[in-house]
């Protein structure tokens, strides 16, 4: 493309996606790539997986068994039907309650009647067709309601309000509610889910000085005067006062100037974009750095706070005030981060015509490209200092720069301009002319930056610990990093034997497995032996702790080590994987997934690389926090902090599970005891399929006199208070358990249906047995006393009775009484006439 | 907005944070094993009195139950009862002799007693027109009373199968040479009379078949009118089943011997079915039937029990109320 004759390249990096915002330009020239059918929305929109609760699949086996036992009940009654047809062929022409033979033509014909065969398959049809409530097809429409009503109450708790970003819980998923009360893996992302992904600067090694803002720290803002308005930045840092006289005394003395060139550094080497926004006061403005990468933001934060303020920055120069001294560099050149290689530099052009590389990055790449042999103290220094920073939960930066000969930066200028305007391998290329100038670094220093914790985090983890769940951190950090993290959010303790996995082969990664399964083993035995021992088993293991780093991933991954790893995992009260890729994050999901029926989960916050891990797990939630929302978008239930993941899990999981557990076995009860009904009925009629219940009465049964209570008891009911399940997370194993819904108790059910059905039925039968008792008045008899039953069964389960409950269970009742009445009393419905 | 209003506001406010909260006031009944011993107790205490009021009521009611389907068909035709019941020509005269053996306050209803009949039949039940019963010939829709809905290509009224098969043994007591006086009014349903059964409609071409079903109707007398019929269309629950058939409007005598001069005319021979007559006193709570009674008697009776067994458990086996020793996680605390 050209533009003023100049020659541009358009590239991923000029594409702008959906939903973004242009900022800080009068004008654009676009070119629609992607369109239509090639959106990454239509692309998405195929791939984003239906999910099922299990819950809901537990209960589509069991309704295939209620309708086997329908088929069984239809069976009985054509069999008894067959037989009595059988018994009483001869009599059939005469009897006056069948009459066989029609005489009204003067010939004798039979009258419906088509043999005994299709009599018999009649009669099985029939028995279908009055039979056919047992399965429970209300159920489903119930279910949707009370997640419904569950899904509003996880909206609106305030437990689960975020008021820093003013969010509320989101449930975008309205059909895995009740999963919550069943997960066993949390697989958790950790920049942004665990920790704020606030970022700030904590401390900086320089040439060789740890600078350690410690306990002489202040915080007072920097401010700069240009025209009598005060520009000041708009994040207030923590500063060193030692470093501070320093970065103020300028270049005179040696540590000054190498203070100069690393905040120069900070301030100069990023993509950060200064924004100036009016405040309320006419004569202060602030200024807002904006940018992709947090950490960037606050380092640039951080060199404006030691004087360093970057005012302005177009493609070609940058503005940068120098202790109250605005400074003028071109950009000549720019090599942004990638992944590959870790860093990033840029080529600044000094006032004086000098020309610096500046490069900053992971300290694993930058020591590869520094130059050894000078200043070998320095760099042993600050490799401890890194050690250290690491160590206490810092992420890491190293900062270098080298002068450019005007020879080497031609050099470098001319196989920069081709590689930036090539059509093919654009990114190659320059990634190759990148990491040809960025060598023979002299070191600067390192900067160590906080990511903080989020508030509650280590409290949360304990309590998700103690609940039985599995907490797994995925994290794109490396190992020290990780490890202090884990240690300060309580994932990883004092008492926790480490194994720790990091290996660049798969023979030695499968050695380190299995020696790892050996330990484990060992350890098991032994505390199983001390339980024994105290007299209970399982639980008290002594915790193992996993940590495992994305290259030896990359072995274990889709060979056949998954299977040891997933082994070894599964002895692992904690799994920590460092330096994973999103596609990585993914993988470890479906390891879990793929090889135990628990449920999981993945939580993760807005960036894009938490997206596969959300999508694969069975439940997903997205932090709706500062990095984007393609999380939020491609997540079941987004909130806004780590910590309401307890409330999320230990008290509305627990909740909708037990709710939705029984609210299914009531429904199969209540729809089961009405059908029985109508079948003991059957055995009286000469196996006819008549009912005393009235048909309307039949529909009505699941729609109003029955309905409503289960679905109130299914949004309102709690089995366990907010506080106690708080206090003993233990409680949660009941999801795990399967407490709630499982075979036994559905077969227990069906039982207590037997002998319930039995019970309402032949009560009255008895009690009316040889009386003048007629059709229609047994059968309201009937229709009453089993809504009742039903009704009182259901209120003898309830736990809570709050004024809703109670009018939804006598309220039913009441009605029920009123729709028979209506219906006995309305000519134009057949109960008024009084037969069956 | 004055005050009272604010607070009223308020007050929804707050109510509605509790709602969407979940934290309703809400009473939460803990079945504590004092309150089960005291319900089992209670319900034991209630139900027993109850059952054996129920009880000493079924057992006040008199019933002399009889059956003549066999007995009223002569030796000579006992191997062959249908020909002898379809055969027009046989009267069908028949007279028994019930004693008294207690006395008998009036009313006293006479029932009689059908076993083994399925009034509940599928197509029994359908074969019938609640409309044309209430309005006669002029409703035309009637084909749900196949198979017995027109005659010689007349309509029957009243049609169906149902009406086809009324019952028409007649019965009539005398007691010492005298005759008992017998109601027969007032037997059916008053509702059923006043708006189910026509009072303009007269039978019509009613039971001119070749096929006889049972009972046939004086066409002068509207349907509303024609109680016995009223009675019969009024569909039994249950196969074995009793139709009112009137009420002995004197009280009868220990050893009192009514003999019932009764025409024998249904047939239920070709089904097998039993025919009983039924004189039967009436108690407040209806006729004789102890099962009620005794099904009180046993649920309260075993609840008593069961609250013996719960109290002497608690006694023995007592623990504090919220009592969470025994939860698995506090189980290994505790043997540590």
Redo the contacts between chains.
Sequence with gaps: MEIDGKRLSLGPSNIILRGCELKNTAWAVGVAVYAGRETKVMLNSSGAPSKRSRLETHMNLEIIILSLFLIALCTVVSVCAAVWLRR?RD?LD??????R????DGEEDD??YYGWGMEIFFTFLMSVIVFQIMIPISLYISMELVRVGQA??MI???QMYDESSNSRFQCRALNINEDLGQIKYVFSDKTGTLTENKMEFQCASIWGVDYNGGKASSVDGYYVQVDGKVLRPKMKVKTDPELLQFARSGKETKEGSHVYDFFLALAACNTIVPLIIDTSDPTVKLIDYQGESPDEQALVYAAAAYGFMLIERTSGHIVIDIQGERQRFNVLGLHEFDSDRKRMSVILGFPDKSVKLFVKGADTSMFSVIERSLNVNIIRTTEAHLHSYSSSGLRTLVVGMRELSTSEFEVWHSAFETASTALMGRASLLRKVASNIENNLCVLGASGIEDKLQKGVPEAIESLRTAGIKVWVLTGDKQETAISIGYSSKLLTSKMTQFIINSNSKESCRKSLEDAIIMSKKLMTISDTANNA???SG??LTPVALIIDGTSLVYILDSELEETLFQLACNCSVVLCCRVAPLQKAGIVALVKNRTSDMTLAIGDGGANDVSMIQMADVGVGISGQEGRQAVMASDFAMGQFRFLVSLLLVHGHWNYQRMGYMILYNFYRNAVFVLLLFWYVL???F???T?ITEWSSVLYSVIYTSVPTIVVGI?D?DLS?RTLLK?P?LYGAGHRQECYNKRLFWITMIDTFWQSAVVFF?P???????????????DLWTIAVVILVNLHLAMDV???????HAAIWGSIIATCICVIIIDAL?SLVGY???? | MTDTDQERDRNKETAFYKFTQQTLPACKPVLTPAWVITIFLFTGCIFIPVGLVTLRASRSVVEIVDRYDAECVPESFRIDKVSYVQDDSIPKNCSRFLKVHKYMKAPIYIYYQLDNYYQNHRRYVKSRSDQQLLHGRKYHGTSSCQPVEFNNDHAIVPCGLVAWSLFNDTFKFIRERAELKVNRKNIAWKSDRDHKFGKKVYPYNFQNGTLIGGGKLNPRIPLSDQEDLIVWMRISALPSFRKLYGRIEEDLDVDDVVVVHLMNNYNTYSFSGKKKLVLSTSSWLGGKNDFLGLAYVFVGSSSLILALVFMLLHLRYRRPYGDTIYLPWNRKSLSV
């Design positions: 009483h009599e005469f009897l006056p309650f069948y009459r033979k029609d005489f009204s009258y419906n509003y109450f609106r708790d305030t105290g007299g209970t639980a008290g009286f009629t000469c006819t399929l008549t005393a309102l709690k907010r003993d233990q009560i039968l008895l009690a009316y047995w040889g009386s003048t008792i007629d059709g229609s008045s047994i059968g736990i809570r009775w709050n004024w809703i409950t000519p006439w009084g037969h069956l």
